[in-house]
């Protein structure tokens, strides 16, 4: 039994193991960008472990950033990168962006991760999740303030 449950234990939990010895300890971080329909993004955070603010450019995987028929009734979904580069010159970092959201609906909802990232931030790793609230008419937005959440860490 005691080796069923030290092998359990190592198998579960291999990512505290390797924190421990190989890399920073994870970090809450909040990621709130002002994303203006056809002009710039910017972002601030939270948390010390990403610069404070900067700009970021958002990159559809299809070309479009529908992710279904405009005119259809059903979800959209939406899969994107977004590269945030930092005011401090500290470096970017990209994050990976899958989302759905309502036509018409006030919000939208889904998950992130980091892709990849320079200088301070070039073996940053982590994820969580987003929700996205419209500026102005849902139907015919001029933005959206979305909210990122979760943990990061350096490896």
């Not at 970021?56 to 070309?63: C, K, M, Q, R």
């Not at 992130?112 to 301070?120: E, L, P, R």
Request: charged letters at 10%.
């Amino acid at each position: 039994m005691i080796t069923i449950a030290i092998g359990l234990s190592l198998w579960v939990f291999p990512q505290s193991t390797q924190a421990k010895n190989n890399s920073s300890a994870a970090s809450a971080v909040t990621i709130t960008i002002d994303v203006v329909f056809g002009g710039e993004e910017t972002f601030t955070t939270t948390g010390d472990a990403l610069c404070p603010s900067g700009t970021a450019i958002s990159i559809p995987h299809d070309n479009n950033f529908t992710g279904g028929d405009p005119s259809s009734s059903d979800a959209h979904t939406f899969h994107l990168d977004k590269v945030l580069t930092c005011d401090d010159n500290s470096g970017t970092f990209t994050i990976g962006v899958q989302a759905a959201n309502e036509p018409c609906g006030p919000t939208d909802t889904g998950g992130w991760h980091v892709v990849s990232g320079t200088g301070a931030y070039e073996n940053l790793q982590g994820g969580g999740h987003l929700v996205g609230t419209v500026t102005g008419d849902p139907c015919n937005p001029p933005g959206i303030i979305d909210v990122y959440t979760g943990m990061v860490r350096n490896r």
